[in-house]
Every structure is written in C-alpha cells, then in structure tokens.
C-alpha cells in the first residue's frame, strides 16, 4: 500500500466477500509488525500484531501473513462487514532497541453494501 | 480507565502563536508519545517518553518541545506555530518500553493560518 501524493490506494469489496490489504515494509532489520485500523476522526487502533519468527498469524475474522524475503506484510479480513471500513496501516518497529514505529502510508477499505 | 485522552480536540492558531496539546494516559504506562499524521501519509513521530522525566526526539521534533513531569501526563508544546504545522496530532502510550502495542488517543485537529 504505498501512496501517490495526497491519494490513498483504495480497496472496494463487497459485504461478505474477503479483503486483503497489502504493504510494503522497508527495514529488513524490522522483527515486529502490527496492523493497525482508524476509522474516520478517530485515532488508530490495533487489530493484530506479527513477529518476524512467524509467518501467518491469525486472530477473529482477520489474518496477518509476513514474508520476510520480499518484505511484504497482508492483512486478510474474512466475511468484510460495513464497520471494516476505515483505513488501515501497517507498521514496522525492531523489538527492544527501538521505540520509534514506521507507519506505512495506508489503504482505504470501502465496504459496499 | 479513560485510555489516552487528547485535548482540545480542534484548534486553530495564527503564523508565531504559541499552544499545548495535552495528551494523558491513566493505564499507568511507562512509553508515551506523539505522533503527527498528514494526508496521504502514515503516522511520523514527533517525540516520545521511557518515563517521567525522560524525552527523546523522534523522526520529526523540529518546531515542538515536549516535558513528562508524570507519568500519567505527555504535553507537546508548539513554540511559535507555523503553517507546515498543520496536521492532525495523535497521542500514544504503551505498557512498557520493550513491549510494542501501542495505544493511540482520539486526535488533536491543529490548523495553522
């Protein structure tokens, strides 16, 4: 999910069907990874988390798979339901030794009823 | 608990004048931070706190000072306000410093004229 200028990448899905959101993460040393979601006027809220020991990790309705060969991150959303509508963040961080979390840009999810 | 709590939700301020955002936490978290969020662009950080009376600068400070004389309380400061100060302003804290959830307040609107 990377952006162009002032525009999110946008993903439209019908109710029901499944979303994936995908992002592109650029610190090869990064070993911990969370998806993040914000609705409208609203700060960001965590939906799963993802160590760089893993490679799939799952939580309710959602599932996060890394790929540390190409550095590649998706969130997955089983049966989208209007309420996922928001934007949705991935972020990077090096466990322990940094305090600092690098946000990707986001992506929209539109839910279309 | 109230969780990260942000004020003034909305502010606007002229070219040189000078504010704080208030950002506290009442979970007894340890990290706080600031971050600031643009259009079409993820989350950067401003500065953030290890602890009562311990401030470290993030990828973005220039322009803004921050204090924790607490550890319930993580003010940021604008001491002369300019335009590329416009943004929206979220608050974050988690539990310990080696543990990476954070939790994010509801925002700060700041525009700058």
Known sequence: GESVGL???TLSVQEGDNSIIN?????????????????????P??????????DKRQGQRVTVLL?????????????????????YFCAETITGGGNKLTFGTGTQLKVEL | NAGVTQTPKFQVLKTG?????????????EYMSWYRQDPGMGLRLIHYSVGA???????????YNVSRSTTEDFPLRLLSAAPSQTSVYFCASKDRVYTDTQYFGPGTRLTVL
């Open chain 1, 7 to 9: 525009h999110l990448p």
């Open chain 1, 23 to 43: 992002c592109a993460y650029s610190n090869s040393a990064s070993d911990y990874f969370i998806w993040y979601k914000q609705e409208s006027g609203k700060g």
């Open chain 1, 45 to 54: 809220q965590f939906i799963i988390d993802i160590r760089s020991n893993m």
């Open chain 1, 67 to 87: 790929n540390k060969t190409v550095k590649h991150l998706s969130l997955q959303i089983a049966a989208t339901q209007p309420g996922d509508s928001a934007v």
């Open chain 2, 17 to 29: 004048q000078s504010m704080t955002l208030q950002c506290a936490q009442d979970m007894n978290h």
């Open chain 2, 53 to 63: 009376g311990i401030t470290d600068q993030g990828e973005v400070p220039n322009g």
